[in-house]
């Protein structure tokens, strides 16, 4: 797993090293044909937006996992943190592949987005997308046993699907539905688990850099933690860098864990910050 970490940031130091930095927003050099969403993500759930080809992009995110009211923690930045890298790399304009890695059960996540769909309309345009991905689980402790799993444990990995909507409201309203469908999603159950769950956002954007969102994903049918999970923050945009800075009640972040549902119940004041920094790399 250290090798893996060594490996991301090696990748992410040499792609900014290489890059002259610039604060304004870079135009593409081959615009997609419909932009909807500025990000590719709206927290965790996937939007239908991808990378125009050649493009990288690197991800560091947070979830601190005391609540903001938790005593002696800083609004809970003092506790541990759940942490997620990712390297993602668009192979044409509709195409783009992410390998990422999150310290909850050291979680290494590979996933492919194609962009199937798009049209164009003043008044409701669309962008259809699709995702699929597989996990694996290489540091799980038998929770009776506190044993460590065998790594090739067929309990250990995790697949997804997932569908991608958007739409876009005059301009400043984007609206995503994402059905995902989530096999394995309890790792410690003697039988496999599935969930299927029907997620959804909301963004406003204020401007070309400012926007708020919401998202929330509810299990439909299947196997879930406590709560359906849900986020509410701010995302800033500044020459292709995206920061997405929120409250949640998951701690989760790969689309396997994030999937399966929260521990919180935000209800009760229960709130943890969280936030996203993603880089784009052109060169």
């Not at 009776?144 to 997804?160: G, P």
Request: contains cysteine; charged residues 20%.
């Amino acid at each position: 797993m250290k090798f893996f970490i060594i490996v991301l940031f090696i990748f992410a130091l040499t792609f900014i090293n290489a890059q002259e930095i610039n604060w304004k927003k870079q135009e593409d050099a081959q615009p997609a044909v419909l932009n909807l969403f500025h990000s590719i993500n709206a927290v965790n759930l996937p939007t239908a937006e991808t990378l125009q080809r050649n493009e990288f992009e690197y991800e560091i995110s947070h979830r601190f996992n005391k609540t903001v009211d938790a005593d002696k923690a800083y609004f809970g930045i003092d506790g541990p943190a759940t942490i997620r890298m990712a390297l993602s790399y668009a192979v044409t304009n509709d195409l783009m592949v992410t390998l990422g890695r999150s310290n909850q059960n050291d979680n290494i996540d590979f996933r492919i987005k194609y962009q199937a769909f798009h049209f164009a309309h003043e008044t409701f345009p669309v962008l259809l997308a699709l995702r699929a991905g597989g996990a694996w689980n290489t540091e799980v402790y038998e929770k009776v046993t506190n044993e460590e799993r065998e790594l090739t444990d067929t309990k250990n990995f995790q697949y997804y699907g997932q569908a991608i909507f958007n739409t876009m409201i005059a301009k400043k309203v984007g609206i995503g539905i994402v059905p995902s469908y989530l096999y394995n999603s309890h790792i410690y159950c003697e039988d496999p688990e599935y969930s299927f769950t029907m997620g959804g956002y909301i963004q406003y954007y204020l401007s070309a850099m400012f926007s708020f969102f919401v998202e929330t994903n509810a299990t439909v049918t299947g196997w879930r933690e406590k709560y359906n999970p849900i986020a509410i923050g701010v995302e800033i945009e500044t020459g292709g860098h995206f920061f997405k800075l929120f409250l949640g009640n998951s701690y989760a972040m790969n689309p396997s864990q994030y999937l399966a549902g929260a521990d919180l119940y935000m209800e009760d004041g229960e709130w943890r910050l969280g936030f996203n920094i993603t880089r784009i790399l052109k060169f």
